[in-house]
């Protein structure tokens, strides 16, 4: 039986959804803190277990490298000799791959420790007990951040949506995992029993499908990102284009609404919504431009997600050909930017 620690930040849960519903009943047992950490139970002695696992997974994404815990966690996992021998980093957050990517998580903590030691210089050193731990180990977070991010930025990461495959693969080199093509007949029956099956009766529940919940969560967390890189790459165009400027309106947290103007004159709008457009349980994202912004329930293009590889992916699901091929977040950006945004801006560039 392998043990595997699930390092993730609870913003993040989605993907350490994916990895746990994608191992259930392959010999593997994922610990996470949701499952393992009982009512008022100790998350520090939870966190220094990590180092007791056969293998961590390390969901780094923009919110993991920023957290106290997350980066708790990591901290005890380096403790390890040859720790990377240990890991499975998933890999969301790509900007550590550049220098400049890594100098940003470096300065954060270094922030971080400064803004730390100031609050407790206010206080009267006799009384700040445990906090001084804290302003130690954010110390150690600046002190191995940069070590860590090389160390996992020099490793061949598969992508988010191929991580499952390759972890399962990975034990099976190592044979800590039976490969299910060299299994007998009765080894593959044994092994799929269960009582739904002894009983002769229909399962009601399939636990490695997933909900209307996580679907939604994930829809959730995909809109939030895509608005967030749009936003991120919107500035940058307006660097480069002075007679250009993009104004954001947030109506709530479901649609966001952005203004184009060339020379003070606006040239296109673009909305993103994330609602039910198909009448279904669960949610999807509504892009509409141009005509079909101004009339409600109307809309250029649906952002989708289906399970690949065991994992929740986005996908066009109307205008761009329809093709059902799945996306990344940044793929999903480029297609907005190509088809429903540079387009206007190239016909209008008087």
Known sequence: MVNMFVSYCQKDRVYADNIDLYFKGKNIVVHRDIRDISSWSSIKDYMNTIRDMDYAVLIITDNYLKSFNCMYEVLEVIKEKKYETKIFPVVVETSIYSTEGKIEYIKYWEEKFINLKEQISKIDIVNAGSILDDLKRTQNICITISEFLNKVSDMNNPSIHDTNKAIENKLKEKELLKDDSNLSNTETLRKNEDIFESLNITRINNNNEFTDLQKNKFMARSFSEINELLQQLFKEVEKGDNSLNIEVEKIDSRTFIYDFYRNGNKINTLKLTLGNSLFSNTNNITLATGSSYII????????????????????????????????????????????YVQVYLNTYSF
């Open 296 to 339: 409600n329930n109307s809309f250029n293009e649906i952002i989708d997600s289906k399970v690949e590889d065991g994992s929740l992916s986005l996908y066009f699901s109307l205008g761009l050909r329809g093709s059902q091929e799945c996306k990344t977040i940044k793929e999903i950006v480029a297609e907005i930017w190509k088809n």
